[in-house]
């Protein structure tokens, strides 16, 4: 899913030396790395840069408002956006479809070749993805009504570790029940059943009993989110952020004030949001 709010930045502007060069990075702490063939933004402006064959370089200034490490696809963020702020640059020649192969490059620096939060970054909505081109990309409808809290604890889980401890080997029965639960999450999302779409979430017999332990209190939160009229609540991505899928926006409010404070007493700080859907995903904005 693509949330409306937060989202990473990249302001591009044209420069004489050839390339991309990476002027500035704010809000990371001095974490990502500078060089554009290493950091994600830098390696998805030079893809399209090549894709269109301009020969002028570009720099590149990166706002990460996206918290790193978070399970919030923010390196994603990063590559559609700097993409995007490329191909705006040089008159927007380039659709999103066009522009794909150029965020997975970008994606693939870091996090591997995957389209999980570029898809749906790049074309905003609820995305079904099976393949890492566009026509595998799906989009499905966006339940009316549909709210989310985001639960950010400050704790690290870096994705290698996240997927490390995933199984390599998966019983016959957890296949059958996570298939299972898949085409219960379709089903109710087509059928703008958010109660159903947050009990089918909360069905995953593979990924999250491997990474639980990855979560501090995730039971407690879980129960905890219940009682304030929560749908369900999962792992965002690797983790750690939390995502409570609600049917009202007060619900959500309700939640992300309740598990921060939970996180606090057990001497965890934390980030609540509250989020909507972006229909259309990332967008440019023209400054002056």
Do not use: W
């Amino acid at each position: 899913m693509c949330v409306d709010e937060p989202g990473d930045r990249v302001v591009a502007e044209v420069c004489e030396q050839q390339g991309v060069t990476i002027k500035n990075i704010e809000g990371d702490g001095g974490q990502l790395t500078h060089d554009p063939s290493k950091n994600t933004a830098g390696v998805a402006a030079k893809s399209v840069l090549a894709l269109l064959g301009v020969s002028r370089g570009v720099n590149l200034t990166i706002y990460k408002n996206l918290p790193l490490a978070s399970g919030l696809g923010s390196s994603a963020a990063s590559s559609v956006a700097a993409a995007l702020a490329v191909n705006a640059l040089f008159g927007s020649q380039l659709t999103c479809e066009e522009l794909l192969p150029a965020c997975l490059d970008g994606e693939a620096a870091v996090s591997g070749r995957h389209a999980d939060n570029v898809g749906p970054c790049l074309f905003g909505g609820i995305t079904l993805i099976s393949g890492t081109h566009s026509p595998h990309i799906h989009r499905l409808p966006i339940p009316v009504s549909l709210h989310l809290a985001l639960i950010t604890p400050s704790i690290l889980v870096p994705t290698a570790v996240a997927r490390s401890v995933l199984p390599s080997l998966i019983p016959l029965s957890a296949m059958v029940s996570q298939t299972s639960a898949v085409a219960c999450l379709v089903d109710a999302i087509y059928r703008n059943d958010i109660a159903a779409m947050g009990r089918a979430m909360e069905c995953d017999s593979v990924i999250e009993p491997a990474r639980a332990h990855l979560m501090p209190f995730l039971n407690n939160m879980r129960e905890l989110a219940h009682q304030c009229g929560a749908a369900g609540l999962v792992i965002s991505g690797a983790g750690p952020t939390l995502c409570a899928v609600c049917s009202q926006f007060e619900i959500a409010e309700s939640v992300g004030r309740k598990l921060g404070l939970a996180y606090k007493n057990a001497g965890i700080e934390s980030v609540s949001r509250c989020a909507h859907l972006s229909a259309n995903g990332a967008r440019v904005v023209s400054v002056s």
